[in-house]
């Protein structure tokens, strides 16, 4: 899985003033992030995942394959606490020129580890392409731990994990035990130096949307060892970063993406578009780095 080291942006899915998706809009995200990233993301949580559709999503998927300027290879999420309605979403869409399924780990019900265990053994089991484990506890409030990451890797259709538990420790464990070829990706923006530096190959990105030349320097630094140079860029999205969150994802990486002229800042209820407050200190980091 080669092919998936380096930057995965995690696509947004952009909305025009009615939240209709606006694939003017996304065509240009495809060309601006294709100048550093290594792969897309698609339909991922910054994709919105929750309030885009089925049909939507199927859209969306087919007009990243055939907008795709720089053939990157994409990553489709499709992911649920239902097991068998994760497994049936797997069976009737169409993965041709998908190189992964990203599928979070079940929320809500918060699984035993032995059941997230059994729940991706069974969704890999059932999938035509490789599995990416997506462990995000912020969101799902339940961890899976280094050892349970450990089993699953030994699944010979397992083929990675997203970790944004933002725990650097649990990390360790897995870079230290974990198959030769299985892909420990950070989840978090800010520890993506720290998880090359302990053998990760690479992220999957929410800033990469706006700042893709940067994550290409993280990576080339890193995978040449040069880790002061790696680290001097990773410290340049410092400011930039807690606002992305500071009102849910992707109302920050949205308005980032309308200061750049890539998209609008449109979401969908729930979210509503960035306060007046944020707007002004993402302009004001964003105006730093351009520094």
Known sequence: MKKLFGTGVALV???DAKGIIDYKALKRLLKHTARGVDYYVVMGTTGESVTVNADEKKQVLEFVRRNNPSGLPIVFGIGGNNTQNVID????????GVDAI????PYYNKPSQ??????????????????I?????????SNITAETTLRLAEHPNIVGVKEA???????????????KDFLLISGDDLLTVPIYSIGGKGV????ANALPV????????SFAGQFEKASKAQFSLLEINGPMYEEANPVGIKQLLKEIGICENFVRLPLIEASEGLKQKIHNAYQAIKK
């Not at 979403?89 to 041709?96: K, P």
């Not at 990203?102 to 780990?105: A, D, I, M, N, R």
């Not at 484990?133 to 409030?141: E, K, M």
């Not at 999957?204 to 800033?207: D, Y």
């Open 133 to 141: 484990l997506y462990n995000v506890p912020g969101r799902t409030s």
């Open 102 to 105: 990203l599928s979070v780990s």
């Open 214 to 221: 940067t994550f290409k320097k993280m990576k080339e630094f």
């Open 13 to 15: 899915t952009p909305f």
């Open 114 to 131: 032995e059941g997230i265990f059994q729940h991706f053994s069974r969704i890999a089991d059932a999938s035509p392409v490789p599995i």
């Open 165 to 179: 538990s933002g725990n650097l420790e649990q990390c360790m464990k897995i870079a230290q035990k974990k198959p």
């Open 89 to 96: 979403i797997i069976r009737t869409t169409d993965l041709s």
């Open 204 to 207: 999957i990105s929410v800033l």
